[in-house]
C-alpha cells in the first residue's frame, strides 16, 4: 500500500514538475540582497524555485573543498539551494588557526558564490565549544587562559567576525549547543569564565552591535523531541527575551535517525515561534543503518528507504506549517560529503542525505520536491531575506 501511494505520488509530481519545468526559470526572489547577480537563472522544478513560491528559503552546508573545484557539486549547490551555511570555514578554528592573525579566505568565497547566485548565507557559528583553535582549547572544557583572557578574546572574536562579514550575513548561529541533553548547561569554558550562561546574552548584545541587520540565533540539536534539553532551552530562552537579550530565532537541527520515533517536531517549532521568534531547520539529515546487522534494515531495505522518505517529508511540512519557520537546511546534499560515517561507525550509520555519492537525487530528494510543489497553500513567509527589517 505504502509502495502504491509513494508510485502514484511520484508520477503525479513528475507530471506536475514537467509541466513547470515548461514555464522557464524562475524569477528572482523577494527580498534579495541588492548585491546580488540579477541575472542567475536557475530550474523552474529546482527546490530554490518551488521554496521560493511560499518564501521558504531552502539550503545545504557547503564543502568549500568541493565548492568550485568539482563542477557536478558545483552546479547543485548554485541551482537547488537559496541559501548557504558554511559547514566549517566560518568556526573559530579556521578563521583564527593563530590567535591574533585571520584567515577570511575560505568564507569569503563562499560570500561571494552566494552573491554571483542570488542566494542568502547562515553564518554558522559565533560561539561553541567544539572546533575551537587548539591555542585557545583543546576540548572546548579546559584552557590555561584566565577567565578575563577568555571573556576579552570572546567579545572581540564575536565582534570581529560580524563586522568583517556585516551586511553580507541573513541569519547568525550566534551560539551554538550550550546545552546538554538532560537540560543541565555545557560547563564549557565560556561557562566557567563567566561563571554561568551570560555569556550567551553578552555574545547577542555583541554580535547586534557589529551587525544590527543579521538575524540571531540559537541553535542546537535534539530541541525537536519535547523533553529535558527542549524544555531547558525553551526557558531559558524565555528569560532572554524577558531580559530584552537581542535574539531573533532558534535554529532546529533536525539530525534524524530512523531507528528512534519522528519527534514533535511541528509542536515544538510552534510554541518557540509563539515567543515571537523565527525558527529554522539548520541542519537536517536523515540517517539510517548501512550494513546489515540482525533486527535492522539496510538502505537497500525498501522499509528503511520509506523511513527515510516520511522522515524527510515530515520535517519539511513541519516547517511549511508555521509561518515562522523561514529556511529549511539539510546539512549538504551528498552522501560522500556526509559527517555521519566517520562519527556513527558500529554499526555503520549514513545514506543520510539527498542525493548519493554520486551526487544523484535519491527518492528522498523528489519527495521534498513534490512537497513544495504541492505547498501553495502553506503560510507564506514574510521574512525571506536578506535580514531584519
Given at each position: 500500500?505504502?509502495?502504491?501511494a509513494?508510485s502514484?505520488g ?7 514538475l514537467g ?5 522557464g ?6 527580498g ?10 536557475y ?23 568541493e ?5 557536478e ?13 558554511a ?8 578563521v583564527?588557526?593563530?590567535?591574533g ?13 552566494a552573491?554571483?547566485?542570488k ?6 557559528t ?16 579546559t ?15 564575536v ?9 553580507d550575513i ?6 551554538n549547543e ?5 537540560g ?15 555569556y550567551i ?16 540565533f ?13 524544555n531547558?532551552v ?31 517536531l ?11 521568534l ?9 540517517r539510517?543503518?548501512?550494513e ?12 528503511a ?14 516547517c511549511?506549517?508555521?509561518?515562522e519557520?523561514?529556511?529549511f ?14 562519527w ?24 521534498i ?5 504541492l505547498a501553495a ?6 521574512d ?6
Open positions: 500500500m505504502l509502495r502504491s509513494l502514484i511520484l508520477v503525479s509530481a513528475t507530471v506536475l509541466g513547470a519545468a515548461l514555464t526559470s524562475a524569477s528572482a526572489e523577494p534579495a540582497a541588492p548585491a546580488q547577480s540579477q541575472h542567475t537563472r530550474p523552474a522544478d529546482s527546490l530554490r524555485a518551488l521554496g521560493d513560491r511560499v518564501g521558504l528559503r531552502i539550503g545545504t552546508a557547503v564543502n568549500m573543498d565548492l568550485g573545484s568539482n563542477a557539486y558545483t552546479r547543485i549547490t548554485a541551482e537547488q539551494f537559496s541559501s548557504v551555511t559547514e566549517n570555514v566560518m568556526k573559530w578554528q579556521l583564527e588557526p593563530n590567535r592573525t585571520y584567515d577570511w579566505a575560505a568564507a569569503d568565497r563562499l560570500v561571494d558564490f552573491k554571483k547566485n542566494q542568502l548565507v547562515r553564518g554558522h559565533l560561539v561553541w565549544h567544539s572546533q575551537l583553535p587548539t591555542w585557545l582549547s583543546s576540548d572546548g572544557y584552557t590555561t587562559l584566565s577567565n578575563d583572557e577568555l571573556k576579552a578574546l570572546l567579545k572581540k572574536h565582534q570581529d567576525q560580524a563586522k568583517h562579514f556585516k551586511g541573513w541569519q547568525w548561529d550566534v551560539v550550550a546545552f546538554n541533553d538532560d543541565t548547561p555545557r560547563e564549557t569554558i565560556w561557562y566557567k569564565a563567566w561563571g554561568g550562561l551570560g546574552a553578552d555574545a547577542f548584545r555583541w554580535a547586534r552591535q557589529a551587525d544590527p541587520k543579521a538575524l540571531l540559537y541553535n542546537d540539536y535534539n530541541l525537536e523531541f519535547t523533553g529535558p534539553k527542549s531547558a525553551y526557558d531559558f530562552v524565555k528569560t532572554l527575551k524577558a531580559q530584552r537579550v537581542p535574539i531573533d530565532g532558534v535554529g532546529f537541527q533536525g539530525h534524524l535517525d530512523t531507528q528512534y520515533g519522528f519527534p514533535d511541528q509542536a515544538n517549532l510552534q510554541r518557540f515561534a509563539d515567543l515571537g523565527k525558527v529554522a531547520e539548520t541542519e537536517v539529515d536523515v539510517t543503518f548501512t546489515a546487522a540482525p533486527n535492522v534494515n539496510t538502505p537497500t531495505n525498501p522499509l528507504v520509506y523511513a527515510q522518505e516520511s522522515y524527510w517529508s515530515r520535517a519539511l511540512k513541519a511549511l506549517a508555521i509561518r519557520c523561514i529556511s537546511t539539510p546539512w549538504g546534499f551528498g552522501d560522500t560529503y556526509s559527517w555521519i560515517p566517520g556513527f561507525d558500529d554499526p555503520q550509520e549514513g545514506a543520510a542525505l539527498l542525493y548519493d555519492a554520486d551526487l544523484k537525487p535519491k527518492s528522498q530528494y523528489y519527495v520536491q513534490q512537497d513544495l510543489a497553500g502553506a503560510p507564506r513567509r514574510a525571506g531575506g536578506p535580514g531584519r527589517h
